[in-house]
């Protein structure tokens, strides 16, 4: 999710994770949930881990033409 600069800490990026988590559940009935983060963006990283995601791998230099965004995290939510 992205949350446009002037738009941050009013909550909008957690009422979104929430509701597609919501959803997620409610359409697929999952057994788990994997995402792809930068790892540049540590405040996303901590939010998904305050939310039960757990970090599986770091893929360094995943992307590497893209130099702000060479390394990224693979994360896992497997209580639903």
């Known amino acids: 999710f992205a949350v446009k600069s002037e738009y ?5 990026g957690k009422l979104m994770f929430e509701y ?5 559940k ?3 009935s999952p057994n788990c949930i994997s995402l792809i983060v930068a790892e540049r ?3 996303a990283v901590e939010i998904y881990i305050k ?3 757990k970090i ?3 893929f360094e230099n995943f992307l590497e033409d893209v130099e702000l965004h060479k390394n990224f ?3 896992r939510k ?3």
């Not at 941050?8 to 909008?12: D, F, P, S, V």
């Not at 597609?20 to 997620?24: G, T």
């Open 8 to 12: 941050r800490g009013k909550n909008y």
């Open 20 to 24: 597609f988590m919501d959803e997620m």
């Open 26 to 28: 409610k359409k697929y």
């Open 41 to 43: 963006w540590k405040k």
């Open 51 to 53: 939310n039960g995601f």
């Open 56 to 58: 599986v791998e770091l």
């Open 73 to 75: 995290i693979f994360m």
């Open 78 to 80: 497997t209580e639903l």
